[in-house]
């Protein structure tokens, strides 16, 4: 049968899903200012109600999880989708002021709005975007993180013969960038800079995968499995040259499975444009409609003249002629 598709184009690799960036926070406060008033993101109503730990719904699939401790500072930013710049930016407006004397800053930019933590975590907000960012209104698209000069190539070898990940090496100017694919229409960047980087502080994100054992065992072989969490989950640190075993970047990466109990689980998401002033009964909740299409399809106007006629197909014509 003629096929126009691309099927290949559908993969996404082992990597099925980017869930959540770990980050710790000193104090619950100003996080809630910055990522609940400010960015209009949700608190997680069921999981960690208490002053230890925040996990801040974004969208269907993603997660900031926020444990009290010192502040932790991503080496880069992330990327994330939301519904609706100009109330974006009135929100952040409204939190600035009691967000004084820390890290907090925003800033518009052409493409993007960006934005600053009480903390420094850097975050690029953009408006919805079919091609680019798939049918999504809000969630989290992308994590980049800058890397030493060089170390590109070697990063997307390791997650592609580790972690059975598609990936894509880009030149940029002085440097490269390796694209991880890490979901539907989700991926980690490492671009390549020549400037100084922090020291690792042990921030953290987390993927499922669909093939569990063979990246495990491909990383037990490598003495890097820094953590045995449970049945369905482990964890690893570093990113190493897999020739050399030079380590190239560190970022702990806990790894779950499918089968997590975690997986697929649903996430409430409210609609920051309702207020008790301007209240709208049923407006509650956030609506993720996003028109999108499958294309154009290849179905033979009569299904019987196709180069192989569907089961079904036969089956009703096959009825029609019998009581004709």
Known sequence: MDNPFDRSAENLGNITGLEHVNLEIPEQGPASDF?????????????????????????RTSQFHMPTGDALVLRGHVGIVIPDRKALLERLDSVKDRLKGTKFSYKEHNDYVEAHCPWGNEFRLYEPDLERFGAINLGIPYVEFNVPMGTAQGIAKFYKEILGAHIKVESNGGGKVAHIAVGLKQELIFRETDKPLPEYDGHHLQVYVEDFGKPHDKLAKLDLITEESDRCQYRFEDIVDLDTGKVLFTIEHEVRSVTHPLYL?????????????????????????LVQSLGAGNRAPDPLTAPKAPTIAKRRAARMAAGA
């Open 265 to 289: 689980r649903p996430l409430v998401n409210r609609n920051p444009a309702q207020t008790n002033r301007t209240y709208s009964l049923g407006g509650d909740a956030w609506n993720p409609t």
């Open 35 to 59: 990522y609940l008033a400010g960015l209009g993101f949700t608190r997680d109503p069921y999981l960690f109600p208490g002053t230890n730990n925040m996990w801040v719904n974004v969208g």
